[in-house]
């Protein structure tokens, strides 16, 4: 069955993630007032519900806390691969980690496939999963070198690898690196009966329970717009920390990447595939109604560096084209991802706290590193220790290897923050019905959006995180923050942090409106 159109990205096929749209939502209540349990965790995606499943076995009373409707962020507009597979990165975490450290990561992530995959059977769960191989493949000739260079770095670290000559694939490619015996799932399919099992005998899960701030301490304080959550320890799992007190989101960029989930006339390879080129593009399949949907995903870029991203979804599409023959385009989707400076997510205790612990900085590869995440931070709760938590170590400092990225992101950050004060507001009347830009509303400096009918949408330019202007994203229809990655509906409403306050609102309307806003927090 072909998905109905709504055109909103610019390409055929309905403007929502497959996962999203293959499922059903739960329906959690909010918090309601103080509660008192062992661990408190925040946020509803798969480090979070992957942690408080482990600490709630463990015989620990947990509350799991969601900003909004849980599985409607990050994980829930994943691509799904769980890989060891590291594009042509080993190399780099041998010489800048040593090979120690990068053998920690190595294994931690081969554990986080078969963790998932032990859990699906323990719990009986029927999520479309299957091992297939990864490959990482050389996309163009002058790749070759680099990728040879990494699978002799895999092999160092004893991953399941071997090369091959080429990647089986319906287009041309130089040769690959084979990783065996992989893993692809339905991530909700995976994680909603996991939501369930925890939602018991003490155990709790609220929605709709958006956490502003921590207070640490013997006894640790979490609040929200609902009421306090009192815990001994507390997991950050909200893809990027929404406190300041770690600085971690200092020592991070925003990126956002597209996906297209399309029908292909013939066979198409069952395994994962990954290319050496920039921006990348990744490949995989998943069951659906009528057949397999083959899930497309790239052109990956700095938040708030492209505005046009409708042109990023035609770009996506035309790869597609080029690679495929296309039946139809079922499903169009982004999401954005978190990457440390120095290539290695943030996973342990959260520096200048003693009890709160944090998983961020997956670097577009969620499913694998917020397992990993999950098994690291419940056993520094657990146990006080976990076999791979000095490689992840928040507290590291890698100058040599941060000092480049960290002066380009914070030079991208001030020009943005000065140049913005300093451009001058367009008039109202030059906005077209449809389009959104920097203007005035009521005297005052405003971001407007006007819906098709000629609706105006008008709200303060600046992040509430940390006072960036904010940019239109014509694709989303969203106002999104190139400082951080904060992100916000049309109308003010928090989709994604770290912010955790809305835009105001200068219009008339005060409410949310349209009912097009659907959180990704």
């Known amino acids: 069955m072909v998905a109905e159109s709504d055109g909103k990205h610019g390409v055929e096929g309905r403007s929502e993630s497959f996962w999203t749209a293959s499922t059903h939502d739960p329906d959690y209540p909010p918090l309601s007032g103080d509660l008192k349990v062992d661990v408190a965790v925040i946020g509803g995606g798969i480090t979070g519900i992957t942690s408080a499943l482990k600490l709630k076995n463990a015989g620990l009373k947990v509350a ?8 409607h962020g990050a994980t829930g507009y994943t691509t799904a691969h769980v890989s060891s597979a590291q594009a042509l990165q080993y190399g780099e975490l041998i010489e800048t980690f040593g090979e120690k450290k990068a053998r920690m990561i190595a294994d931690s992530q081969q554990a986080s496939i078969e963790e998932i995959a032990r859990t699906a059977r323990e719990y009986g769960i029927e999520c479309d999963m299957a091992r297939p191989a990864e490959y990482v493949y050389a996309s163009e000739e002058g790749d070759l070198k680099d990728l040879k260079d990494e699978f002799e770095a895999n ?8 090369y091959v000559d080429k990647a089986p694939l319906p287009f041309e490619n130089y040769g690959a690196i084979r990783y065996e015996n ?3 799932f339905h991530p909700r399919k995976y994680l909603l009966p996991l939501a369930q ?5 003490g ?5 709709n329970t958006m956490a502003t701030d921590i207070d640490d301490g013997e006894t640790c304080k979490v609040k929200t717009y609902n009421g306090n959550v009192l815990a001994n320890h507390v997991i950050v799992a909200t893809q990027v920390p929404f406190t300041m007190k770690d600085l971690l989101v200092t020592r991070m960029k925003a990126c ?3 996906v297209l989930g399309v029908r292909v006339e013939g066979d198409v390879s069952q395994d994962m595939f990954y290319s050496t080129e920039k921006p990348c593009h990744y490949i995989r399949t998943t069951p659906a109604d009528g057949g397999n949907l083959v899930i497309i995903g790239g052109e990956d870029h700095q938040t708030g560096k492209v505005t046009d991203t409708i042109q990023k979804y035609r770009a996506l599409e035309q790869y597609a084209r080029e690679r495929y023959k296309i039946a139809s385009i079922d499903y169009s989707w982004s999401t954005e991802d978190y990457y440390t400076f120095d290539g290695v997510p943030f996973i342990g205790r959260m520096p200048n706290m003693k009890h709160c612990y944090i998983g961020t900085g997956y670097k577009g590869t969620g499913m694998t590193y917020g397992t990993v995440a999950a098994m690291i931070n419940t056993d520094l709760i657990l146990k006080g220790s976990s076999p791979w938590e000095e490689a992840y170590d928040p507290h590291r400092v890698k100058l040599t290897k ?4 960290l002066l380009a992101t914070q030079g991208f950050i001030m020009k943005h923050f000065v140049g913005e004060r300093l451009k001058g507001p367009e008039p109202l009347e030059k906005i077209p019905a449809g389009g959104a830009g920097f203007s005035t509303y009521g005297g005052h400096k405003a971001n407007v959006y006007k819906e098709a009918s000629g609706q105006v949408h008008a709200v303060t330019p600046q992040c509430t995180h940390m006072g960036c202007y904010t940019e239109w994203n014509n694709g989303e229809r969203t106002w999104e923050c190139p ?4 992100w916000f509906g049309y109308d003010g409403s928090v989709l994604h942090g770290p912010t955790v306050k809305p835009l105001k609102r200068l219009d008339d309307k005060g409410k949310r409106a349209g009912g097009e806003m659907e959180a990704r927090h």
């Not at 092999?155 to 071997?162: A, E, F, I, N, W």
């Not at 099992?197 to 005998?201: C, H, L, R, V, W």
């Not at 941060?402 to 990225?405: F, K, N, P, R, V």
Request: charged letters at 30%.
């Open 256 to 258: 956002r990447s597209y």
């Open 197 to 201: 099992a925890i939602n018991s005998d």
């Open 64 to 71: 799991l806390i969601e900003g909004r409707r849980i599985l």
């Open 155 to 162: 092999k160092r670290l004893g991953l399941p690898v071997s």
């Open 182 to 184: 992989q893993l692809r």
């Open 483 to 486: 400082c951080h990655g904060s």
């Open 402 to 405: 941060e000092a480049g990225e």
């Open 203 to 207: 155990s709790y899960v609220f929605e």
